[in-house]
């Protein structure tokens, strides 16, 4: 069965610091995977996705993941967050039905 | 903005009432998913269609949800006599199939709040 761990419940950073969001996911197969963000009240926003290829993958908003299969992991990154980005983010995979962990809920102190 | 639509955005029901809820996907995404998102958790995967062909249903989906696409373009999902556990965020997203994979782009959700 697919799942997928995210271990911080919660994260603050300062504005301008960097970050780096944990996921390690469970696959039988070589897994599709994704970031999204959700902002209050509000749907799920792709940030970026991993197919194949290249394991580092640039998405929206400055934000890149690393595929690390000997980890099974799939971090998210951003070398300076904005006040903006406070939110819930989301780690998940698969392919048809996705299956998500239980999110980071990113706090930005000034 | 031709993104996925819900309606309503929010819906506050009796226990024991049945609701429906409506999701319009984005044109030409024949494939359809329907997400549950119970407060401090990820959304947890009910069911998807191809067209209006219902593919897979979770267990999570009881007999008191039922979902339909009958022209293969927007969805329904129906609870009958809600339960308070069934207080939700309900979203739904579409994605277009072929010959290669396409992410899933979600809609706004409908949030329920059963009393």
């Known amino acids: 069965a697919q799942s997928v761990t995210q271990p911080d419940i919660h994260i603050t950073v300062s504005e301008g610091a960097s970050l780096e969001l944990r996921c390690n996911y469970s696959?039988?197969?070589?897994?599709?995977l994704f970031w999204y963000v959700q902002s209050p009240g509000q749907g799920l926003q792709l940030l970026l996705k991993?197919?194949?290829?290249?394991?580092l993958v640039q998405g929206i908003k400055g934000f890149e993941a690393e595929f690390k299969r000997s980890q099974s992991s799939f971090n998210l990154r951003k070398p300076s967050v904005h006040w903006s980005d406070a939110a819930e983010y989301f780690c998940?995979?698969?392919?048809?039905?996705?299956?998500f962990g239980t999110g980071t809920r990113l706090t930005i102190i000034p | 903005d031709t993104g996925v639509s819900q309606d309503p955005r929010h819906k506050i029901t009796k226990r024991g009432q049945n609701v429906t809820f409506r999701c319009d996907p984005i044109?030409?995404?024949?494939?359809l998913y329907w997400y549950r998102q119970t407060l401090g958790q990820g959304p947890e995967f009910l069911t998807y269609?191809?067209?209006?062909?219902?593919?897979?249903k979770s267990r999570l989906l009881s007999d008191r949800f039922s979902a339909e696409r009958p022209k293969g373009s927007f969805s329904t999902l129906e609870i009958q006599r809600t339960e308070q556990g069934d207080s939700a965020m309900y979203l739904c997203?579409?994605?277009?199939?072929?010959?290669?994979?396409?992410?899933?782009?979600f809609g706004p959700g409908t949030r329920l709040t059963v009393l």
């Open positions: 997203a579409s994605r277009p199939s072929g010959p290669s994979y396409n992410e899933q782009f």
């Open positions: 696959y039988g197969a070589t897994p599709y």
């Open positions: 991993y197919f194949s290829g290249d394991t």
């Open positions: 998940a995979v698969g392919y048809e039905k996705l299956t």
């Open positions: 044109s030409e995404h024949n494939r």
């Open positions: 269609f191809q067209n209006e062909a219902q593919l897979e």
